[in-house]
């Protein structure tokens, strides 16, 4: 945020105009030029909720075109424009959402500079707004991708966006990857392209989608609409086939270059990576560059064909490997019939570097295809043996096994805080895939890989409220494209039992690393199809039905939330389960709660502590007591709620339940600044922040932001008010926490009305009367008082008919929309009608 003006208005020097805010430079610019915001907008062509809009920070990044209209309106020399300029800058880059960078490349490209300087003038031209590197399989399409969108990153002022789709298994999952690439955690599935595209918006982008060829169908219908609706986006793809979008244009990328025989073979592209490769293994191919041309030459110049021949000079000549290229070329013949030499070459090489796997080395190196986004040394023994928790033998043999195809870089090998991980090219997992299914092991590889990710999720649920919380998160993020393969496995197949224990031991994790959408559809889809299963199954649909009520509820579906969690308390019940049936009761509790039925809330929460008390449960006891007080504050009894949220707090800090006590934080916080505790407020609240900040607990980072806007704003600081909002309804809004979403609506409306935006004010409360309408949830009755008084002092300040049209804009206008800005009455849909 800016610093205030000076008192006299007066330009500071140019050292303090570089941290100040785009808002307030302009602003100061404004005033110094003796202008009204009415008169600038008239000389500058814009309009005066515009600039309005633009000083006050709640519209930022403008468009370069508008900084040129700004300066000449407003007769700015070079170094003003400039600092206007960089001020925007600024302020972008601390509210875009946070994208996907592209990987930093392993080693040198050699041999590419034609093809990047070539590929990165065709993007750089206005009229390119797709480029698809198109090629063979193995020829660098990826590398080319990484190099080129370095070379053009500076001309996209909204940055480079990596999409990796060689992970994602279905057409159907493109989008939902390019959702969480761009930093957009989507509500609704049928409508996640038109989420996206509202989320690029007019933004200057580039957007990387690698490996599109096996989700081709998938890719082309997103990328179509993105390029329609966000005019300032370029598309770099890579794929073997091209997606014939209208307006693409493709650029092939050819092998590296051969040497020739009237040059040195040394300057060949094609040698030069060998021998940069063989070097790395410890083996340089010192005068031995003529065996090097003619093993380049016959791979045809594929750079992963090359890279892969080089490894094996840590137990070949570089003479051995080119003999055994001239006798085994005809392995060459299991490429693709239709992919051309190329694509028959690639496969070539990597058939040949198969075929000199022994039997062991091969079945484990077509099992681990069924990986997706790498694996650990564990779970590839499991694949191997078909034991959940492979014994020392197993072990053994996994890694020796393992250790050898590293050598023989068909995999590779990572090491993150002291663990290895593996992964392979996305090339070489097809081909290896492809080999699973010839020795039909395909199916029950894939029943392993499941087994042992359902034993990891029910693992992980036992750990995920306790002191190492943090580390089960993670460790469960690092394997949900694995989690996601094992739940479309469990769905393809219709393996009732496999789905509906992996999708009930995942909720949590969902839960609270805010997947409340896939976690719900993964819970509905299990439910549905256990309806055949037998008493067996019962434990696992009583879990899975209180999973997906408490999803449910988290998205505002109570009616759906309420029925889910009415049939999981009669499961828990008929198993006789009671930590079960209190932990249901607490989550109808909190539906209730959110209903504005107290009384219900007080008295299911109290049966769950009661219950909870009874078994010896010290961390269900201390949820109770947080519910209790968290029902306490809203009803507006703070002095019972701040005794049931201490003792809740105390006890989690013994239990080291990180959720826990980052919510405890959150209501104490809330607690003393309705009590008119601002300093303590701040300080409980800034720690709960930090805390839900390092567990990646959205909903608890999107709470203490909420609270601590409404802090600043009881301070008068309505700048640092509105930035901790703004975080605030963005995240409830990712995470579809539409109650919330409402209550920060209502919050910035007040902070509006302060700062005599009073029309806006009365669009955002009738956003917010909207979306509680939609589902149902009144004003918790703690907020009603401030509430009352902002509606009061609008409507005392504007007449009948602006109040009107505005509560009507706002109620009208999409969730995804209302951060944008009050479009102004002459905008208003209600203008024209019965007003």
């Not at 805010?21 to 030029?33: I, T």
């Not at 094992?486 to 949590?508: D, H, K, N, P, S």
């Not at 719900?520 to 899975?544: I, Q, S, V």
Request: charged share 25%; with cysteine; proline share 4%.
């Amino acid at each position: 945020m800016g610093r205030p003006l000076p008192s006299d208005g007066s330009r500071r020097g140019s050292d303090d105009a570089q941290g100040t805010g785009f808002g307030d430079l302009l602003r100061r610019h404004r005033r110094d030029a003796g202008l009204s915001q009415e008169k600038l907008a008239e000389l500058a062509g814009l309009s005066v909720d515009a600039i309005a809009a633009l000083e006050r920070g709640r519209r930022r990044a403008p468009r370069p075109h508008t900084l040129r209209l700004l300066g000449d309106a407003l007769r700015l020399g070079a170094p003003d424009r400039a600092q206007l300029t960089a001020a925007a800058r600024r302020d972008a880059d601390t509210t875009r959402s946070v994208l996907r960078l592209p990987p930093v490349a392993p080693n040198e490209l050699i041999g590419r500079s034609q093809e990047v300087e070539e590929a990165a003038r065709l993007i750089s031209e206005r009229a390119t707004r797709l480029l698809t590197l198109s090629g063979p399989a193995g020829v660098g399409k990826t590398r080319l991708a990484l190099a080129v969108a370095s070379q053009v990153a500076h001309r996209f002022e909204d940055g480079v966006c990596w999409v990796p789709l060689a992970p994602v298994l279905e057409p159907a999952a493109v989008t939902p990857a390019i959702a969480t690439a761009i930093g957009l955690h989507p509500l609704d599935g049928a409508r996640l392209t038109e989420e996206i595209a509202e989320q690029i918006g007019r933004r200057s982008l580039l957007l990387v989608l690698d490996n599109c060829v096996h989700v081709l169908a998938g890719a082309t219908g997103v990328v179509s609409t993105l390029l329609e609706y966000c005019p300032n986006l370029t598309v770099l793809a890579t794929s073997r086939e091209l997606m014939r979008v209208p307006g693409e244009s493709v650029y092939v990328v050819p092998p590296l270059a051969l040497p020739t025989d009237d040059e040195d073979s040394a300057s060949s592209p094609a040698v030069r990576l060998f021998v940069d490769r063989a070097t790395a293994r410890g083996c340089p191919p010192t005068g031995q560059l003529d065996q090097v041309a003619r093993v380049v030459s016959r791979l045809e110049g594929i750079p992963l064909a090359i890279e892969l021949a080089a490894a094996r000079t840590n137990v070949l000549t570089v003479e051995e490997l080119a003999a055994e290229l001239d006798s085994s070329f005809a392995i060459l013949g299991g490429g693709s019939s239709t992919g051309g030499s190329r694509q028959e070459s690639l496969f070539g090489a990597i058939g040949w570097s198969h075929a000199l796997l022994t039997p062991s080395e091969r079945d484990l190196f077509a099992r681990l295809s069924i990986f997706a986004g790498g694996w650990s040394l564990n779970a590839a023994a499991a694949v191997l043996s078909g034991r959940l928790v492979p014994g020392p033998l197993e072990r053994a043999t996994a890694l020796d096994l393992t250790s050898r195809l590293v050598d023989k870089s068909l995999i590779r090998v990572s090491r993150d805080r002291g663990i290895a991980r593996y992964d392979m090219l996305a090339v070489i997992r097809e081909f290896a895939a492809g080999q699973l299914t010839v020795a039909g092991t395909d199916e029950e590889t894939a029943r392993n890989h499941a087994g042992f990710y359902i034993a990891l999720a029910e693992e992980a649920e036992s750990h995920l409220r306790g002191p190492n919380q943090g580390d089960w998160l993670d460790r469960l993020d690092g394997e949900l494209d694995n989690l996601r393969a094992a739940m479309a496995w469990a769905f393809r197949t219709e393996a009732m039992t496999e789905a509906v224990r992996l999708a009930g031991g995942l909720w949590l994790f969902c839960y609270l690393r805010g997947h409340y959408a896939e976690g719900g559809e993964w819970l509905e889809r299990a439910l549905k199809l256990a309806d055949a299963g037998g008493p067996e199954l019962a434990p696992y649909k009583a879990k899975a039905c209180l999973g997906a009520g408490m999803l449910a509820f988290l998205q505002c579906e109570y009616d759906a939330a309420t029925t889910r969690l009415e049939s999981a308390l009669a499961q828990y019940k008929a198993l006789d389960d009671t930590a079960g049936t209190a932990l249901v009761m607490q989550r109808l509790g909190g539906v209730a709660r959110e209903r504005g039925d107290y009384v219900t809330a007080e008295n299911l929460h109290c049966q769950s502590y009661d219950l909870f008390e009874s078994l010896g449960d010290r961390s269900g006891m201390s949820w109770a007591h947080n519910q209790l007080g968290f029902v306490a504050w809203l009803r507006g009894d703070l002095e019972i709620a701040a005794r049931r949220c201490k003792r809740a707090r105390d006890s989690f800090r013994v239990l080291g339940d990180g959720e826990g006590l980052a919510w405890s934080l959150i209501s104490l916080g809330t607690i003393a600044q309705y009590g008119g505790e601002l300093a303590e407020a701040e300080e409980l609240l800034q720690e709960s922040l930090a805390l839900s900040q390092r567990l990646g607990y959205r909903e608890g980072v999107a709470w203490s932001l909420n609270q601590l806007g409404i802090v600043e704003r009881r301070r008068g600081l309505t700048e640092r008010a509105v930035h901790f909002l703004d975080e605030s309804l963005a995240e409830h809004r990712d995470l579809g926490d539409r109650w919330r979403s409402a209550s920060v609506l209502e919050e910035l409306a007040t902070v509006a009305q302060q700062r005599n935006r009073t029309e806006y004010a009365a669009f955002l409360l009738g956003a917010a009367d909207g979306i509680r309408e939609v589902i149902g949830a009144p004003v918790p009755e703690i907020e009603k008082a401030d509430l009352q008084g902002t509606k009061q002092a609008i409507e005392q300040a504007l007449d009948r008919r602006a109040f009107r049209a505005a509560w009507s804009a706002g109620r009208a206008a999409p969730l995804a929309a209302v951060a944008d800005g009050y479009p102004g009455p002459s905008a208003s849909p209600d203008r024209s009608t019965r007003l």
